[in-house]
């Protein structure tokens, strides 16, 4: 199969994965982490979000196995760990190795007929940055096991639609992360040089926005702060509840189903001033996603500045989910002359993102670098990105 893109498949994997099975490995099989551009914390509120796919990857070399058991040894984490997809739930689920067990296991449970896999993985998406390297680990492995076990029904837009909804379940039934949904789908649909406008309202499908940076002359900047950041320490689902708590008390099927000028009337409705703040985020957050998307299609790079900024404030002041490295590397890019700058990804640490233009990259990651060490903040790990593609088979 050619491959459009350079192949970066780590040289080391084949033969850990020799070294661990003692055979070959069937194929070699990836998919992207992701930075979302806008649109935090609306996925689960049937919102809008606007992610790219990053050339970061994770890589997985994998093969069948004839009975119901996951074998996977990871590059990134020590231990090989041997999982029975049989009695999940209620077994071992492996620790990390959930991501990947989990989706055999909600294949088999949407009615797939797959049996076990050897997996050797390897990935470059960092772990726990906001990047997600959770849903490449799972994107990864699902592709693989749809080529391996030639699963039906699971290719093409609609098929990776499908196979996003098995990784979700494998995340919050196995891993037990209770993401919404963002992440699956732009590691299974996203383009190369576009961005992806998913709207969790109903089933509507995704819509490919353009996003070609290097035609303006712009990158865009991944500001990893290697802050703590974990999904699990409850913060996540604390906000997942409150938003649900305001639907209940506001009599609503979902928070979608409100504009910015009904927060006038809604607002005073809610309970304490914490729904309302939340609240207030939501639904600004999604009109700023649709505002985003109409800049970009009429080439409008310049709309964003304004826009990143408000978004940026609602995640700090309203939803309160920044930190001090997440405000700093936004705050630095910006008065360093980035056209637009925001924290991205769940919160709580976590990366930020910057648009600049190519010229001064170097002059912004200097700036962003030498507050962070002014601060006393552990050094960030400054990337410039390009949208890149779906997951795919490598070879
Ligand atoms: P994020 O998705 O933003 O990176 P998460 O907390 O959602 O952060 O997922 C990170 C977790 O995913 C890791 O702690 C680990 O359990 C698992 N994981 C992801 N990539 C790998 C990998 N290459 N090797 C082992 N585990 C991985
Ligand atoms: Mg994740």
């Not at 607002?267 to 939340?278: D, F, G, K, M, T």
């Amino acid at each position: 199969m050619s491959n459009a893109h350079p192949t970066t498949i780590p040289a080391e994997l084949g033969d850990a994965f020799r070294d661990a099975f003692g055979r070959e490995p069937s194929g070699v099989w990836s998919a992207p982490g992701r930075v979302n551009l806008i649109g935090e914390h609306t996925d689960y509120n049937r919102g809008l979000c606007l992610p790219v796919a990053i050339p970061r990857r994770t890589w997985v070399a994998a093969a069948r196995r004839e009975d119901r058991r996951m074998r996977i040894l990871s590059r990134q984490v020590p231990g090989e760990r041997t999982i029975a997809l049989d009695g999940l739930l209620e077994g071992n689920r492996g620790g990390w190795a959930a991501y990947a067990v989990g989706v055999l296991w909600a294949l088999d449970q949407a009615g797939h007929e797959v049996r076990g896999l050897d997996v050797v993985v390897d990935g470059r998406v960092p772990l726990g940055s906001g990047l997600s390297s959770s849903a490449a680990l799972e994107c990864a492995v699902a592709v693989a096991a749809v080529d391996l076990f030639a699963l039906e029904g699971l290719d093409g837009d609609d098929g990776r639609r499908r196979l996003a909804e098995v990784c979700v379940r494998a995340e919050n039934d196995v891993a037990g992360a209770p993401t919404g949904g963002m992440d699956q789908s732009a590691a299974l649909l996203a383009r190369a040089d576009e961005a992806l406008l998913l709207d969790f309202d109903g089933d509507r499908p995704p819509v490919h926005v353009p996003f070609d940076l290097a035609a303006h002359d712009l990158a865009l900047l991944v500001m990893n702060t290697r802050a703590e950041h974990s999904l699990d320490d409850g913060q996540y689902g604390n906000r997942r509840g409150e938003c649900l708590a305001a639907v209940a008390e506001l009599g609503l099927g979902s928070l979608r189903e409100l504009r910015p000028p009904d927060l006038e009337r809604v607002l005073p409705r809610l309970s304490s001033e914490v729904l309302r703040r939340r609240v207030r985020h939501v639904v600004t957050e999604v009109d700023r996603v649709t505002r985003t998307v109409a800049a970009l299609e009429s080439d409008g790079f310049a709309a964003l500045t304004a826009l990143f900024d408000a978004s940026h404030a609602s995640m700090r002041d309203d939803f309160e989910i920044s930190c001090a490295e997440l405000d700093t590397a936004v705050d630095t890019a910006r008065a360093r002359g980035a056209l637009a700058a925001r924290m991205t990804g769940g919160g709580f640490g976590g990366s930020a993102i910057a648009i600049v233009r190519t010229d001064l990259l170097d002059e912004v990651s200097e700036a962003v670098a030498t507050a962070f060490s002014d601060c006393g903040l552990r050094e960030p790990e400054l990337f410039p990105v390009t949208a890149d593609g779906s997951a795919r088979q490598e070879r």
